[in-house]
């Protein structure tokens, strides 16, 4: 019998996360060079600091267009047409509402109506221009701002599968809190056993696991920030429709998918949508898969092509 492969460890703390990657070979230089990677991305994206180039096109709101690099403007084009789609629950302009609520922030509170009614006055994706000859994004408003929180973490997962790829590596999970990424299989493994959190229990406490290979695993869930005041819990997914934490029947989506960035794409729209629409949603979609968790604790999966589902707590209906 051949013995069982090592697996190999790393983290880092990045874009607020918690980071983990899984090597199957002791390999501090090349968990050194997907952190780098990962930081560098980062400084592009971020909106928590002073300056990114996202930031930059911020501070230029109701000014001028900024003009900013490839990558950057390639992902900003793709958050834009996905907010402009019908129905669509993501809003790429959705700045200033968190900015307002600052939830998983210090200083977070519940905003005035007055507040919130102003702030959505600020966030049409209409009112984001793009100029794909000139690479360069205008927003139209002052106090208008780009927030690719949504979908910067998968962009990011698979720019580093890409590159463990190109490094030849031929089995690897990058987890980047919310963004599991995998390249092939554990070793002499069918695939990874992914664990989906129990919504508001322990950090360790699963519902079930996932198996995957060669795939992305995104799940985006209201218990993931949150804070309670009066007994209300206001969560980080705002529905820009009316400036407050989207309410419905979930409690989390996770999306099973090739790249990351559809499955960040996908868990925001379907957390829009609801189950009964997401599931008909997906039904041309054979690359997309999700799992949906809901308050009624049932767990419900649009289709299982690429991905296993075992259920581990009695608590929860599997439901088909
Ligand atoms: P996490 O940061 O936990 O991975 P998600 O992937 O679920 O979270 O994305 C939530 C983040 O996306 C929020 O923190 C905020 O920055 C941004 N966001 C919140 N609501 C929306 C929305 N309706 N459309 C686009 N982005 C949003
Ligand atoms: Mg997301
Ligand atoms: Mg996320």
Redesign the pocket.
Known sequence: MLPEARVYAYSAVL???PILLKLFEDNQTLAAQVFRLIRQQENLFT?NRAASEVMAINHAAGQHPVVVSQPVFDLIAC?HAV?LLPD?????A??P??KCWK??FQGHSVPSPAELQARKALIDPHEVILDADARSVMLARPGMEI?????A??YIADLVQAFLRQQQVSHALIN????VQTVGAPPDEQGWAIGLKKPFGAADELIGVIGVNNCSV????IY??YFELNGICYH?????RTGY??DNELLSVTVISDRSLDG?IY??LL??LGVEQGIACLADKPGIEALFVTRDRRVICSSQRHFSFQLLDDDYRLVH
């Open positions: 874009m607020g996360s909106v958050a907010s669509s629950l993501f809003n790429l959705i700045g509402l968190v939830i998983g927030d690719l929180g949504a979908i973490k998968g980047l809190g919310g963004n995104v799940t985006s869930g993931e920030r980080h997914i705002l529905d820009p934490p989207l960040d868990t925001t957390y829009g």
